[in-house]
C-alpha cells in the first residue's frame, strides 16, 4: 500500500509541473504535461484575466499556487516583482525597486523585459541596471545586488537560471558584457566570464566588417546541457557559442561561426547544440560535449537566415523555429537540411513574432505579435492546427504551463487559459 501511495504521488509530479524558469525547469521550452489546452479564445477557455498595470515583455513563472512576473513602473520609477494567486489571479503581494537613473532601451522592450527565476523556496528577480533582488515566497527581501549599470540602446532581456546552489545572470548587451554566478542563498559572487568577444575597452575581435560597436551584443538567456560525462552552461556569444563549467565559470569549448548579433538563446537535444544569430545573421550546430576549439568539427553552418527573435526548439531529430516575420522552419538537426518552410498567418494586425516556442508532446504552440497563439504539429511535414486568438493585445511574450494550464502576458493582461481549478 505504501508503495502504490508513493508511486500515485510521483505519477501526480510528473504529470503537474512548475515552470520556474523563462522556458521552463529545463530552459528548452518543453512541457512534459499530457493535459494542455489546445483549443482557446477571449470568451473561451479562460480561467481568468487580470489587467497588469503597464506593458512588458517577460514571461510569468509558475510554482504551485504562485504566479510571479516581473514589471516596469515607468511613471513611477520603480521595477517590481509581482506574486498572484493561481486560483483567480489575485494580486498577493508586489515588492519594488527604486532606479531613477536614465536607462537606455528599446522603444518596444519596457525595462523588467527579465524573467524572474524561482527554485520553490525563493524568486530571483533581475532589473537591468536596478540589480538583482532575491525574495522568499512571502515576499521577504533575502538579498539585494548592485550588479552595475547595463550600457546598451536597445536595453536589456536576459533571464537568471538557478542550478544547484548558483544562480546564473548574464550582464549584457554591454561593451563590458559577462556571465556570473551568485550563490542563490548569499547573492555573492562566485564567478565571472568576461564576455570573450568584447575586450574591456569596449572594442571586438573578428568583426572588421563590423561598423557599429552597438551591433555587437547579445540578448541571449543560457542554457544548461548534460551529456553523458558532463554538463555545461552554454550561451550565445557575439560570434560563436561557448560551452562553460558550471561551477567554476571555466571555458569547455566554443564553437566560432554566429554573426555578432544574436536575439535569441541556444536550444539543444540530441546531443546536439544549435545557436542562431539574429537580423539575417547565421547558424550554428554542435556536438554538445566537446573540448576545446570545436569550430573545425561545425556540423552545419547557413548563413543569411531570416530574422529570429524568439528561441526555437528540438524535438526528435529536428528543430523548429518561427522567424520573426511569421514564416515557420524546420530543419534536420544533424545536417541543417530544410524540411519545409512555410509562412503561418492569423487574423490579427500584427502576425510577427517576437515570442519563443513551447512544445508539449507532438505539438508547438508560439504566440504572435497579436497574442494568437499558433499550434503546429511537431513533424518534418508542415501541419497547421490551429491559432487562438485572445484579444488582439500585443504580446512579446512567451508561454508558461503548468497543471494542464498556460499562461500568457500581454501589454495589458495576464491570462491563465485552460480550465479553472
Partial sequence: MRLLFFTL????????????????????????????????????NIAWKIPLPARGNSTPIVWGEKIFITQSLEEKQERALLCFDRLDGKLLWQRTVKYAEREESHRSNPHCSES?????????????????????????????????KISFEWGSAASPVIHGNLVYIYRGPDPKGHLLALNKRTGKTVWIFNDPAVNIQGRTDGFRGNKSREWICSFSTPILVKTANREALVMSYPGHLAGIQPRTGKLLWQCGGLNPLIYSSPISGDGVVVGMGGFFGTTVAVAAGGKGDMTPKTL??????????????????????????????????????????????????????????????????????????????????????????????????????????????THKHLWCIGKRK
Avoid at 305 to 322: C, E
Avoid at 357 to 384: C, H, W, Y
Fill in 300 to 409: 552545419w553552418r547557413t548563413e543569411r537566415t531570416p530574422n529570429r527573435l524568439g528561441s526555437g526548439v528540438v524535438h526528435q531529430g529536428h528543430v523548429y523555429v518561427l522567424n520573426t516575420n511569421g514564416i515557420m522552419e524546420c530543419l534536420e538537426l544533424k545536417t541543417g537540411k530544410v524540411k519545409f518552410s512555410e509562412r503561418v498567418r492569423g487574423r490579427g494586425p500584427k502576425q510577427e513574432s517576437w515570442s519563443s516556442m513551447l512544445l508539449a508532446g507532438d505539438k508547438i504552440f508560439i504566440p504572435n505579435q497579436s497574442g494568437e497563439t499558433i499550434v503546429l504539429r511537431a513533424k518534418p511535414k508542415f501541419e497547421l492546427i490551429g491559432f487562438n486568438p485572445l484579444d488582439g493585445t500585443l504580446t512579446n511574450s512567451s508561454l508558461a504551463a503548468s497543471e494542464g494550464q498556460f499562461f500568457l502576458r
Fill in 9 to 44: 504521488l510521483l505519477t501526480a509530479a510528473l504529470q503537474a509541473e512548475n515552470w520556474p524558469m523563462w522556458r521552463g525547469a529545463n530552459g528548452l521550452g518543453i512541457s512534459y504535461e499530457k493535459n494542455l489546452p489546445t483549443q482557446w479564445s477571449a470568451t473561451n
Fill in 116 to 148: 524572474p527565476a524561482t527554485d520553490g523556496e525563493r524568486i530571483i528577480a533581475v532589473h537591468g541596471s536596478a540589480g538583482a533582488v532575491c525574495y522568499n515566497f512571502n515576499g521577504k527581501e533575502l538579498w539585494k545586488r548592485d550588479l552595475g
